[in-house]
């Protein structure tokens, strides 16, 4: 029994599916989705109870449960089933907490849907939480603790937390330890699981959950289907808990904090507490002030502080709120010289917030709001079933149903008292300042209990900051002028021919230009991507350098004008490629032209402007200091990514040559650079040929033609190659090192596999393979060997070059260890390939096909998919359809022949490489595994750049003949 009640869902004029609300009789409200197009199906539950309800001393307990919901239920007992189900039918399952919500959610191929539905259905109907996993999951727990401890992201928030009223649950710490979870609820004699099941029974209540179920049957089918899974989830009718109160009463605000962070680089934060949005969600106070304080156009704050060479990013929205309480937050980097202009910074803000007053709330600024927010809701690209269904659940209880799809993305009531009474709260009187920096090492006085971050905390005054207004430098700030980008013409142009993959169009000694016209989507939007192919970009550690400032110079100084084109809608990239820099443009179509050109024109006047050259190269200086502060498992890849990739530098030497380089250095490089090109292009959405065709017949003439042309083809012997070092086979290489940042624990270990190179039944088999191991490797390597947090199993496809590789963080044991783990796992799962039924193997089979039967979702996705085959140089557009026949081929035997003739510990053309980042805690460890003896198959790489050199490599794609004819 459910009622459905009528109530018109406001959808998006281009969305064909059709959405439902029904309530079922224990109260749980849901939303059914049904798409007959869709290829995966999906469920997202959201619980009405997060961290803050976490008892005093039982700190993480929310989240703890959240992670033991999954193992086990009465009616699927064997421990972690269920995801095992989802994984190996091409799904994915995961679960967060946050204050007042714990939302799970997974998706899984359509025909596999009930079942997968009914296992997590039961997670609300009747979990086991055993026992026996207790302990081990508040490892788990400890162990993503112990990764977040490290990460100042978590640090600086909870510092935040921690500087507000304690009898506020935002004061609390969310995600729980050992000590929280284990050592201090055993000292006051309390069970943790008891706790844990007592938590549970109050707060799964019906009433307080709302679902939502995205799948392709029809409504009345979906219905059915959740009444008969969900409609006996117990309701004990408790009221949603809410906490009235503010975090922040008047001690916590008019402060100036210090903090200590762990990476380098100057942050200031401005926080006040604001009159939720939410509660005005048609007149969108918070979106026209986040609109305007953070304008990144001329006269806008950001423009000004950017020209002053005191910031190098400015972001303004609001944060963490619900219906009681509120922040709005302006977050801004700070280059060294604008560490030393807090005050000036600070007095800018007010000056420009004071500007907002003063001009009084613009109607036509909050009618641009709506034009564009109007056309990014009516034209948004569809995207996965799983992050739409978490995206719609984890907001439901906050709107009405009528709202559940809109959210607070369209305001539409113009109401200049709401906006400027949320203006007026950002007052001097009610500010938080936060500034961390490295250069407050040794000036603090305090540390937050949980972090343990370093801070201090000085109070400021009304007086004190007119001051800093009044002193600050008297800029030009000015409301933006209005946007030329927002797009009026959205139709969709008539493409005739159905083209299934990308056409070759166009081909020249200077350019080649693949074309797919939009066939799917209908939606007026393109996507131009332009890999310029130069030589000298990247010859040198040096060279690489110079051509990453360039392209973030060229950014740099498109910012004020394309920062309206990116508001519109309409995005651009330019960055370093592995063969040069690439341009991307994407989104409505309608003036992508007029941006693109914009962008060449650019390029093709290139000059330097010492100051931002220095600005730039002071970023970048200090994002390859922090490369020390990547997590170890990170560092792991690097190493690995180092060893495998002929000419990739290391930001080592990056880092050690950056220093000298001056901006005549680049001024000097760049022409150079250009001299000799290749362009690269590929075209697609809604467009016509003949248009993408004139396109790159513009970019051709900009720089090739003309009296002086600043490129030059490319010589035939200088087209760039992508190659890979070929390890040997029956061999193991084992690279020991110890992690970059002493004060991480965490090791960290890379065991990689490397089989072959692009064919389409050997990339089946390895495919086939990891789908089956993946979910095996997760349940014995972390939850039940404990290894840590951070353990996956993932495929890995370098230019073309495919193998697997392990990857676990690990705080409790050495790498060493680990990798001996990672074998006796292969041993493991070598029985249970012997045992695999034929019904087993064929179901796997039919799960990896439906994965690659999965239609592209939106242009962005599939323009991505065949770009790559572009870029690598492979050119298999029917990669999918090829790698389903040859799956459909595939015989029991032929694919255990395989893993015994790659994969299998001894097999014959086995060719292993281990990675072993050793963190503090296992330094010893480090030291014996250095100093190991040789063994005959075992080769340990002492310098990563002498072993490149020694090993032979495979063949490159990229850059053959023959392989792209018109
Ligand atoms: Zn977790």
Partial sequence: MATEEEVEIVKPRTDKREYRRIVLKNSLEVLLISDPDTDKSAASMDVGVGY???????????????????????????????????????????????????????????????????????????????????????????????????????????????????????????????????????????????????????????????????????????????????QEIRSNNRDYISFPGQPCTSEHLQILVRAVPIELGHKLRLVWPITPSILHYKEGPGTYLGHLIGHEGEGSLFYVLKSLGWATSLYAHEEDWNREFSFFKVTIDLTDDGQEHMQD??????????????????????????????????????????????????????????????????PSKFNPSIIQSVMDQLSPKNVRIFWESKKFEGQTDLVEPWYKTAYSVENTNDSMIQEWISSAPNENLHLPVPNVFIPTELSLKNTQEKVKFPVLVRKSSYASLWYKPDTLFSTPKAYVKIDFNCPYAKSSPETEVLTIIFARLLKDYLNEHAYHARVAGLYYHINMANSGFQVTVNGYNHKLKTLLETVIGKIAKFYVNPNRFAVIKEKLRKEYENCKFQQPNEQATFYCSLVLCDQKWPWMEKLELLPNLEAEDLTKFTPVMLSRAFLECYISGNIECSEAESIIQYVEDVFFKGPNPICQPLFPSQHLTNRVVKLERDMSYVYPIQGLNPSNENSALVHYIQV???????????????????????????????????????????????????????????????????????????????????????????????????????????????????????????????????????????????????????????????????????????????????????????????????????????????????
């Avoid at 064919?759 to 095996?776: D, P, R």
Wanted: overall charge negative.
């Fill in 345 to 410: 910074i600070v007095g800018l803000l007010f000056k420009y917030i004071h500007l907002l007053q003063e001009s009084g709330v613009c109607k036509w600024i909050f009618d641009e709001i709506v034009g564009i927010c109007e056309t990014k809701f009516h034209y948004q690209d569809k995207i996965s079933p799983f992050y739409y269904a978490i995206k719609i659940a984890s907001n439901m209880q906050l709107y009405s149903p009528k709202d559940w799809l809109v959210q607070s993305s369209m």
């Fill in 52 to 230: 803050f309800s976490d008892p005093v001393g039982l700190e993480g307990v929310a989240h703890f449960l959240e992670h033991m919901l999954f193992y086990a239920s009465e009616k699927y007992p064997l421990e972690g089933s269920y995801k095992k189900y989802i994984a190996e039918n091409g799904g994915r399952c995961n679960a967060y907490t946050t204050s007042e919500h714990t939302n799970y959610h997974f998706d899984i191929n359509s025909d596999c849907f009930e079942e997968a539905l009914d296992r997590f259905a039961q997670f609300f109907l009747e979990p086991l939480l055993l026992a026996d996993s207790t302990m081990r999951e508040i490892k788990a727990v400890d162990s993503e603790n112990q990764k977040n401890l490290l990460s100042d992201v978590w640090r600086i928030h909870q510092l935040q937390k921690h500087l507000s009223d304690e009898e506020h649950p935002y004061h609390k710490f969310s995600t729980g330890n050992v000590e929280s979870l284990d050592v201090q609820p055993k000292a006051k004699g309390l069970d943790t699981r008891h706790e844990l099941i007592k938590f549970y029974e109050a707060n799964y209540s019906a009433n307080l959950m709302y679902l939502v179920i995205y799948a392709k049957e029809s409504l009345d089918a979906i219905q059915s289907l959740v009444v008969d899974k969900f």
């Fill in 756 to 966: 072959h190179q692009d064919e389409f039944m050997l990339n089946v088999k390895l495919q086939l393979f990891t789908l089956i191991a993946k979910q095996a490797a997760f349940h014995q390597l972390r939850t039940v060997e404990q290894l840590g947090y951070i353990t996956y199993l993932t495929r890995r496809n370098d230019y073309g070059i495919h193998g697997v590789q392990f990857v676990v963080q690990s705080t409790v044991k050495d790498p060493g260890y680990i990798d001996l783990r990672v074998e006796t796992f292969l041993k493991l799962f070598e029985n249970k390939i012997y045992e695999m039924t034929d019904e087993e193997f064929k179901s796997n089979v039919k799960a990896l096909i439906d994965m690659k039967l999965e239609k592209h979702k939106n242009l962005w996705e599939e323009s991505g998919f065949y770009w790559h085959e572009i870029v690598i140089g492979t050119f298999k557009f029917d990669r999918k359809e090829c790698e389903v026949a040859a799956l459909e081929e595939l015989t029991k035997q032929e694919f255990i022949d395989f893993f015994n003739e790659y994969i299998r510990i001894g097999a014959p053309q086995k060719r292993t490489l281990s990675i072993r980042v050793y963190g503090s805690l296992h330094s010893l460890e480090y030291m014996s595994d250095k100093s190991e003896e040789a063994k005959p198959n075992k080769v340990q790489i002492d310098d990563i750049f002498s072993f490149r050199r020694s090993q032979p490599l495979y063949s490159s794609f990229k850059g053959c003949a023959g392989r792209t004819k018109l």
